[in-house]
C-alpha cells in the first residue's frame, strides 16, 4: 500500500485521535442530538436559494456519491468532529442553500473572493450559484449602482437577523472614514458596514485585511485602516485570517453554523479553533528536519535542494497558527512552504509590519515567543493538535479527492 493510500485509510478510520481528548463521549453524544435536530428544523424550512437537490449538481459537475462521501470524511474531520458525525455534516451541506449570505469588500484586493471562487471539493462555484443563499456579492453579481444597492436594502430586510455577513477588506477610519465610501449615495464603509451589523446573525471576517487590518493597516497606515473586531461591538464575530483566506475554512465555519446553529469554539483573536488551533509548524512536511536540525543556510544551496526547514531563513511557521499545512490551497495541491518559501505568518495580527521579510531569523528583529519555539502554544495557552499524521491523512484524502475529478476516474 502506499503512503498516500495509507493515509487516506488512516484519515477514514481514525476516531478518537481527530477530536478533542478533553471532552469525552457524551458531550459528542449529545452534541450530536443537537445537530440531528438543528439538520431536521432546517429541513422543514424553505431554501433561498436554488431548490437544485445537491445530488444532482454534483452528478452534473461529474462526481459521484462516494466522492462526496470522501470529501464529507475529510470535512468531518477538518471540523475535528468524530467520525459518527459524517452523515450529519453530508447533510449540513445540502442544507447550505436555508443560509443567507451578504458579502460586502471594502479595503482590498478581492483576494479572498478569487480564492472563495475557486475552492475544491464540492467546487465553490458550484456551492455559490446553487447551494448557498448568496443574497448579495458586488464583485460576483450582474446589478451595480442603484440596482445592486436596492438588492442590498432587500437582502437585509428581507433576511433581518438571519443571513450570516462576510466582510473582506479593512475599514479605513481616519477623516471621518472618507478613504473608502461605497454606492451611489457615497456611503463611508465604516457606516455601511455598522448598519449591516446591526441586522446580521453573525459577521465573518475573511482574510487578513478584514480581521487585524491587513496591508492596508501596516505602518504608517494613512487612512486609519482597522479590522471588523476593532469597530463593531456586541455581534459575534469569526475571524477567518490568512492573505488570501483558505476556501476550506471559510466553508468551514458555515457548514459549522448550519450544523449546529452556532458560531465555531474560537481563540482569543476570534479565529475558529478548528482551522487556528494549532500552529504551521506542528504539521509542517519539513518538521523532521527542523528536530534533525537540517536547516536551508542560503537560497538554493543543497538544503533547499532536499527540502530542509526554512526556519533560518525567515519561516514563521512556529509562531503562525493556521491549518495551511494540512488543507493547503489550489485545491489541495501545494502551498508556500511547500514549494521552498517559508511562511510569512499571514493570519497573525500585523504581520506585514511584523513577519514579512525574506531573512534569516537570527538577523530579525524579533524572537520566537516566550520559551521558544517548542514552548509557545504554552505560553499562548492554546490547545494544540500535534498529530503531524492526521494532517498529512486530511490533506491526502482531498488530494485524492481532486485528483479523481480531474483525471475523470468514475468512482461509483
Known amino acids: ?13 481514525a476516531k478518537n485521535s481527530r477530536v478533542d481528548t478533553n471532552r469525552g463521549e457524551r458531550y459528542y453524544k449529545e452534541l450530536y442530538v443537537r445537530c440531528k435536530k438543528r439538520i431536521e428544523e432546517l429541513k422543514s424550512m424553505e431554501s433561498f436559494g436554488s431548490k437544485a437537490e445537491l445530488s444532482e449538481i454534483l452528478s452534473d459537475e461529474g462526481y459521484s456519491r462516494r466522492d462526496f462521501m470522501k470529501w ?29 449570505v451578504i458579502w460586502v469588500e471594502y479595503q482590498d484586493c478581492a483576494g479572498n473572493t478569487e480564492a472563495f471562487i475557486r475552492s475544491d471539493g464540492p ?43 462576510f466582510v473582506e ?74 492573505c488570501p483566506a483558505n476556501p476550506a475554512n471559510m466553508v468551514g465555519v458555515i457548514l459549522h453554523y448550519v450544523l449546529t446553529g452556532q458560531i465555531p469554539e474560537l481563540d482569543s483573536l476570534l479565529r475558529p479553533k478548528f482551522a487556528f488551533g494549532y ?48 488543507i493547503r490551497y489550489n485545491e489541495s495541491v501545494s502551498w508556500p512552504v511547500g514549494v521552498g518559501h517559508g511562511c510569512i505568518g499571514c493570519s497573525e495580527p500585523d504581520f506585514w509590519d511584523k513577519y514579512a521579510y525574506e531573512r534569516p531569523m537570527a538577523d530579525a528583529n524579533i524572537k520566537a515567543p516566550a520559551g521558544g519555539v517548542e514552548k509557545s502554544v504554552d505560553e499562548f495557552g492554546l490547545g494544540i493538535l500535534t498529530a503531524t499524521g492526521i494532517g498529512i491523512a486530511i490533506h491526502a484524502a482531498a488530494s485524492l479527492f481532486a485528483g479523481k475529478k480531474s483525471d475523470g476516474e468514475d468512482a461509483s
Not at 464583485?139 to 437585509?156: C, K, N, S, V
Request: net charge negative; hydrophobic share 45%; proline share 6%.
Open 1 to 13: 500500500m502506499t503512503d498516500r493510500a495509507e493515509a487516506v485509510k488512516r484519515v477514514f478510520t
Open 72 to 100: 464529507t470524511s475529510a470535512t468531518t474531520a477538518m471540523l475535528m468532529l468524530p467520525g459518527f458525525f459524517e452523515p450529519l455534516v453530508a447533510e449540513a451541506a445540502e442544507m447550505m442553500n436555508r443560509i443567507p
Open 123 to 165: 467546487k465553490i462555484d458550484d456551492i455559490i450559484l446553487d447551494i448557498i443563499s448568496l443574497e448579495f456579492h458586488e464583485t460576483l453579481m450582474a446589478p451595480a449602482g442603484f440596482q445592486a444597492e436596492r438588492q442590498l436594502d432587500d437582502a437585509r430586510e428581507t433576511f433581518k437577523g438571519k443571513y450570516l455577513l
Open 169 to 242: 477588506g479593512a475599514i479605513p477610519l481616519a477623516e471621518n472614514g472618507i478613504y473608502g465610501t461605497t454606492g451611489p449615495a457615497g456611503e463611508t464603509f465604516i457606516e455601511q458596514l455598522t448598519s449591516l451589523a446591526a441586522d446580521a446573525a453573525a459577521i465573518v471576517a475573511v482574510g487578513t485585511c478584514a480581521t487585524f487590518g491587513g496591508v492596508p493597516a501596516a505602518s504608517p497606515n494613512p487612512t486609519g485602516a482597522k479590522g471588523v473586531m476593532d469597530v463593531i461591538n456586541g455581534k459575534p464575530i469569526i475571524n477567518i485570517p490568512a
Open 279 to 326: 500552529r504551521i509548524h506542528d504539521n509542517c512536511e519539513r518538521r523532521a528536519h527542523f528536530d534533525a536540525g537540517e536547516f536551508v543556510e542560503e537560497w538554493g544551496d543543497e538544503g533547499a535542494k532536499n527540502n530542509f526547514c526554512l526556519y533560518k531563513m525567515g519561516c514563521k511557521g512556529p509562531m503562525t497558527f493556521n491549518n495551511c499545512s494540512i
